[in-house]
């Protein structure tokens, strides 16, 4: 399963016991709505390009307003966010709109309680929230539509030890972060356990292939080397008289050319006495300068 799907599922399917912390998590997915004016009143326009959120929203609604009238409707949107998107419309008061700080973001304060401010926040990250896929990237953001509202909810997460940056895209506010470790912190601050799991699974499995990777691409590059130092060595050597040549150089050409895909490091052990990676490379470098030399004379 798609990991963005598993945290959705995960989250909608997340119901807390306690009344209070459910009343924090409506609260959430209404203050992500927008006020609508019709003509029977007040109302709040929830939107997400899936189901599941507003489903939820719906159940809490039965427990908390019941009386509120509501319709659920679609429509395929154009521009940057196109697709098909699910609408939720529920009448609202002008009370209703001032508790949950649609007016005055201070109001917001008590659902940013500690006892609550989790279940609040997974509300407002339902419908308002974006993940990564962490396979490509790790990237996750929640929308605001004022800064004010948007340093609340970065201050309670700080207080978590969970830390946001902040920064505005067009009209909104966005808190966000592309660190592994403080996605896989805010998954299990809102609950979503298997999530985290996961999350951490795929972030191992990235590093591993990620170093493996490295390490390949280190490897084909040295040994590259080795074979192109390896042939234009093996190519002066030839032309050298190997017996004029001192005992050290003479047994390093031999080396060389016996064999010619070992690293000097391997050269090195192969010398009587062996000798160091640095003294092989200063051998390399005189039986060079020697074939230099020689060919100089002979034209």
């Known amino acids: 399963m798609d990991f963005r799907a598993l945290l959705q599922d995960e989250l909608c399917a997340l119901f807390p016991s306690e009344k209070k912390r459910r009343r924090a998590e409506f609260a959430g997915l209404l203050r992500s709505g927008v006020i609508r004016k019709g003509e029977k009143g007040l ?6 390009s899936s189901l599941a959120p507003l489903k939820k929203c719906l159940v809490l609604k039965r427990e908390f307003s019941p009386l509120a009238p509501y319709e659920l409707g679609r429509s395929r949107e154009r521009g940057i966010h196109s697709g098909l998107f699910y609408h939720l419309e529920i009448g609202v008061s002008k009370a209703v709109l001032e508790d949950f700080g649609f007016y ?9 309680k500690e006892e609550v401010a989790a279940d609040f926040i997974r509300g407002i990250f339902e419908l308002r929230g974006y993940v990564g896929d962490p396979l490509r990237s790790y990237q996750l953001e929640i929308r605001f539509p004022s800064r004010a509202w948007a340093l609340l ?13 902040c920064r505005q895209v067009k009209s909104e506010w966005h808190l ?12 299990g601050y809102l609950g979503a356990f298997r999530s985290h799991l996961e999350l951490e699974r795929l972030r191992v499995e990235k590093e591993t292939v990620n170093d493996l990777t490295r390490w390949v691409n280190y490897t084909t ?3 590259e080397r080795t074979v192109r130092s390896s042939l234009r060595q093996r ?8 017996e004029s040549l001192p005992p050290k150089l003479r047994e390093i050409a031999l080396l ?3 064999y010619p895909y070992a690293s000097l490091r391997e050269l090195g052990s192969y010398c009587s006495p062996p000798v160091s990676k640095g003294e092989v490379y200063r051998r390399l470098k ?9 060919q100089g004379k002979s034209m």
Request: charged share 30%.
């Open 286 to 294: 005189a039986l060079e300068k020697e074939a230099e030399r020689f």
């Open 235 to 242: 190519e002066k050597i030839r032309n050298l008289p190997l």
């Open 153 to 165: 909810v970065q201050e309670a997460l700080k207080a978590q030890g969970i830390p946001f940056r």
């Open 221 to 223: 590059s040295n040994l």
């Open 176 to 187: 966000y972060t592309k660190n592994a470790e403080t996605i896989g912190l805010f998954l």
């Open 256 to 258: 060389r050319i016996r």
């Open 43 to 48: 109302f709040l326009r929830l939107s997400h």
């Open 104 to 112: 005055d973001v201070s109001a917001l304060t008590d659902f940013l």
